[in-house]
């Protein structure tokens, strides 16, 4: 985006820079807030520093209005139980409901000689006014939740140094009615915001459509000379290695000036990567804008960023500066991931394949909402996200196009752990007008147009473009989800935006675009989403880059009591009327009779226990499945959905709390980088390499166990694979048909390499003839040796299953506190719901931040067939 500078009523605006500056502070305590209806002055009187705030509540910026409410304790949590029914919603209340002033003190003195001081809002929703000091900042209503806003405020500060920021902040000028559709009547869409916040098939309606100041608000001190939106461009020409010597990369770097004083000002602007420093001088007229474009850097034997599961990801610490007299007038810190990203057309699968450094990869993505439905973000909750993201051996993040341009914070942890993105506009098929939809308001010609101001979505999408490409991790741009934008917007979008504001990544037209894949004959589009036979992931095509496709996600019995009230903690039944009303509520979709198999459950623990079985067998058989074809049938595959912003019932790897369930350890386990796999429904066994590296020696080991733990080897076998590739081995069905006739079967399915190490463990549990865990249920008590020792910031737990007797099965291992027995969140398992065959022993490593800031922790350890047990750490 290139920012320009507009001059109205003599301040100057320019959009949020979104880098740290050479002195930047934000706004982030000591608000104060009340109803537009309790206020009874306008709002030059409101900013004066003396007017008295008596009554008004403390609020919470950033957030939303129903933050600030809840925090004081003024509305339930909406996240717990019916909640949410209790709180008005803003379509009954009308928009004053949920109209408020924030107002801020803060201390900043008038600077001297060139000096500058200018006011950011990185995002309101959706309408502002501003006031400083008796002053109206902004000369028209601020619209566009995500378009940036900025003002010099130099003029306006307090002599004293005592400063009042007043700021009045409306509701989305359509609200919609939120009928249960799919962003409720649809109207939603006729703003340029979230549309999920009028309910979702995963949400319930936010109450105030996420009213209020819910990104970042910063103070920046500055000389005469503003340094703003650098853009840097790495260029890494051919095919690489991760740990190779690396020929040069070339990086080309631009920036926008503005020179805010009404004299003419010649300086240097340079910047400075790995020790090397380009500079051209500049001279800037009085109130100029000006981009400028330094000479090209050559960098050599650079550190690449790769994504997860193929290398490292270096990333440098850079800076953009501009320097007259020798003095320093404003610098601008960039994180830089020296990478180059390309696409290209498969001719053989008919869909989008991208290469990373020169290096094709295979996608394993996840679709993503946002990170709280209530916009109440913070760094740790993105790192620990987007880290459980990683942890399940996944390469992409698709953000949806129904909420948000994700946070800089956000694309922060993404470049940190490897996590392509795959970035919708603020587009769905369901408010803009794909389908029919007897829920929406209006028909889909009218709908096909919205929003209502297309001017002001080209210019936010413009402003987010700049906010968020100099980050590593972002790899495609995405018209929205599931249609295009209107015709106008979509070509000033393609035509203009893209190329001259970026111009590096490839932009698809909309998520399941033919340009990203092709639907050939016989396939049978996105989806599925909810449970099915492991066979339909395995045996039956779909699109080959499939942008969603997905199962099911309920949590654990502990994770269910933090928002489902006791008495609704009720099994659900596969019947008409078998599901209680708040599990209904918060979205749950059936598991049908998936559990039946292991024996009807007993009570509500039995049956969150045994869904974490199906929790596991389903994400491992799913990415398994489209592992299995790929680079023949596929060259991506993303599951929607890993997460939920909101307690629902679905589709998650971990909860709303960051509380992870089996779906995340079954799905780490089946897209391991260099992974043994078994189809289990025809008994053909593979193995999946997604690295750079060829293997040579490593050894396949099948191992079948029964239910009193006696193993039979099946084969024991040499391999080797290519880089990038999937190899069919052999056939076993015959061997596990015999040997699981009566009761069932384990199979151990182990890569190990030269040195006698395992590199992938993979255990299989096949039902028996009839299609049920007889087994399962009949086994005997697992009689572990179990301990827990502090090393360093982590703790291993060690499960030691002695010889003669049964598999110690699925166990959960979780960090509690002493105390309450509660588990400690959020914490990090290298593995988990693990199983260890007689003999054996497997260590699960714990780590994270809450572990030294928890105080007395324990570990429990419970599994299939052990009862739990609680182990002091030492």
Known sequence: MVRKLLNVTGLL????????????????????????????????????????LKGWLPATVPGTVLTTLLNNKLVPDPFYGMNNERIPDIYTTGRDHYTYWFVKDFSEATPAADGQVWLHFRGVNDGCDIYLNGHRLNATTHYGTYIRHSYNITSFLAKDGKNRLAVIVYPPAIVGNPNGGQGGDGTIAKNVGPQY???????????????????????????????????????????????????????????????????????T????????????????????????????????????????????????????????????????????????????????????????NGQNIFIKGGNWITSDAMFRFTDERYDAEVRFHRDMNLNLIRIWGGSLTERPEFFKACDKYGMLVFQDFWMSGDCNGRWVDPM??????????????????????????????????????????????????????????????????????????????????????????????????????????????????????ESLERFIPKENLVSPENKKGGVDSVWDYHKYIPYFNSLDPYGKPKDIRDWTNKAQLVNYDQYRGLMEGFSSHMWDWYTGVIIWKTQNPWTALRGQHYDYYLDPNACLYGNRTGAAPVHGMINPTDGTVFIVNNTFNYYHDI?????????????????????????????????????????????????????????????????????????????????????????????GNDIHVKISNPENGPLAFFNRVSLVDAQTKKRILPVFYNDNYVSVVPGEEKVVIISGDAIARSGKAQVTVSGWNLAEQVIEIK
């Open 269 to 356: 602007l340079r910047y400075t990567i790995g020790g090397v420093t380009v500079s051209s001088k500049v001279t800037l007229a009085p109130k100029a804008h000006t981009e400028v474009q330094l000479p090209d850097l050559e960098l050599k034997d650079p550190k690449l960023w790769w994504p997860a599961g193929y290398g490292p990801q270096h990333l440098y610490q850079s800076k953009v500066e501009f320097v007259e007299n020798n003095k320093v007038d404003d610098t601008e810190e960039i994180t830089v991931g020296v990478r180059e990203i390309r696409t290209f057309w498969n001719a053989h699968t008919r869909s989008r394949e991208l290469s990373v």
């Open 13 to 52: 605006l320019a959009p949020f820079l979104q880098l740290m500056a050479q002195s930047q502070y934000e706004l982030n305590s000591g608000w104060a807030c009340a109803n537009v209806s309790d206020v009874t002055v306008k709002g030059e009187a409101l900013s004066s520093p003396t007017y008295g």
């Open 699 to 791: 050894m396949l080991q099948l191992k079948a166990y029964d239910m009193k733990g006696n193993d039979t080897l099946i084969t024991q076998v040499f391999c080797e694979i290519g880089p990038s590739n999937v190899q069919k081995i052999m056939n076993v069905k015959n061997f596990l048909d015999k040997l699981g006739e009566k009761e069932g079967v384990f199979l151990a399915v182990r890569l190990i390499k030269a040195d006698k190490t395992v590199m992938d463990d993979n255990l299989y549990w096949f039902p028996d003839a009839k299609g049920n865990y007889s087994g399962l249920q009949n086994m005997q008590a697992a009689k572990p040796r179990i301990t827990a020792t502090k090393s």
């Open 197 to 267: 916040t009028a309910g979702w098939d995963w949400i319930q309606p936010m109450r105030d459509r996420n009213t209020g100041i819910w990104d970042k608000v910063t103070i920046e001190k500055t000389g005469a000379v503003n340094v703003s939106n650098p853009h840097v461009v790495t260029l890494v020409p051919g095919p690489r290695w991760p740990d190779a010597k690396q020929a040069p990369a070339t990086v080309r770097v631009s920036a926008e000036l503005d020179n805010a004083t009404a004299k003419s000002i010649a300086g």
């Open 440 to 557: 929406k308001k209006e028909d889909q010609w009218t709908r096909r147009q919205y929003p209502d101001d297309h001017r002001l979505w080209i210019n936010s999408a413009a402003d987010q473009v700049k906010l968020l490409r100099n980050h590593a991790s972002l790899a495609f741009w995405c018209g929205g989800n599931e249609i295009t934008p209107p015709k106008d917007i979509f070509d000033v979008l393609a035509d203009s935006i893209m190329p001259k504001l970026d111009g590096t990544r490839y932009f698809f037209h909309y998520s399941n675009t033919d340009s990203m894949s092709y639907n050939m004959l016989g396939g049978n589009g996105d989806g599925p989403y909810n449970w099915q036979p492991l066979n339909v992931f395995w045996n039956e095509r779909t699109w080959p880059f499939n942008s969603e496709v997905g199962s099911v996600g309920v949590g654990d019995l």
